[in-house]
C-alpha cells in the first residue's frame, strides 16, 4: 500500500497562491488514481480534486474550479495541488489522497470511500 505525505500549506493572505505537494513512497504513484480533499474546522472532509493515473483526466469540486489546479509527475512519486487566488473560505486541512480504482470515472471519485490512503494533511490559512 502507498504511504503519502503532504507539504506545502501556510498562511496566506487572500488572493494569493500556495503550492501543496504529496509525495507518496512504498508503491509507484502510477498504479493509484490520486486526489485532494480538505477539512474545515467543524465540517466533514469534502472533495477539492482528482487526477488520473496517467494525468490526462481531472475533475474538480465546483468551488475551486478555475483556481485550482491538480498535476501529477509519476517519475517523481509526487502530485501537486496548484491554488491561486486564494479566499478566506479556502481555509481548511489539505489531505492528499490514492485509490486503487485507476478506471473511474473522475467525478465518482468524490466520496472519501472510494480513497485507500490518506495523509496526515497540511494546514492552509487564508486571511482576508
Known amino acids: 500500500q502507498v504511504q503519502v505525505v503532504e507539504s506545502g500549506g501556510g498562511l496566506v493572505q487572500a488572493g494569493g497562491s500556495l503550492r501543496l505537494s504529496c509525495a507518496a513512497s512504498?508503491?509507484?504513484?502510477?498504479?493509484?488514481?490520486m486526489g485532494w480533499f480538505r477539512q474545515a474546522p467543524g465540517k466533514e472532509r469534502e472533495f477539492v480534486a482528482v487526477?488520473?493515473?496517467?494525468?490526462?483526466?481531472?475533475y474538480y469540486t465546483d468551488s475551486v474550479k478555475g483556481r485550482f489546479t491538480i498535476s501529477r509527475d509519476n517519475a517523481k512519486n509526487t502530485v501537486y495541488l496548484q491554488m491561486n487566488s486564494l479566499k478566506p473560505e479556502d481555509t481548511a486541512v489539505y489531505y492528499c489522497?490514492?485509490?486503487?480504482?485507476?478506471?473511474?470515472?473522475?467525478?465518482?471519485?468524490?466520496?472519501?470511500?472510494?480513497?485507500?490512503?490518506w495523509g496526515q494533511g497540511t494546514q492552509v490559512t487564508v486571511s482576508s
Open positions: 489522497a490514492a485509490s486503487r480504482y485507476t478506471n473511474a470515472i473522475m467525478s465518482t471519485m468524490t466520496s472519501t470511500q472510494k480513497w485507500d490512503s
Open positions: 487526477i488520473s493515473w496517467s494525468g490526462g483526466n481531472t
Open positions: 512504498g508503491r509507484l504513484l502510477n498504479f493509484y488514481t
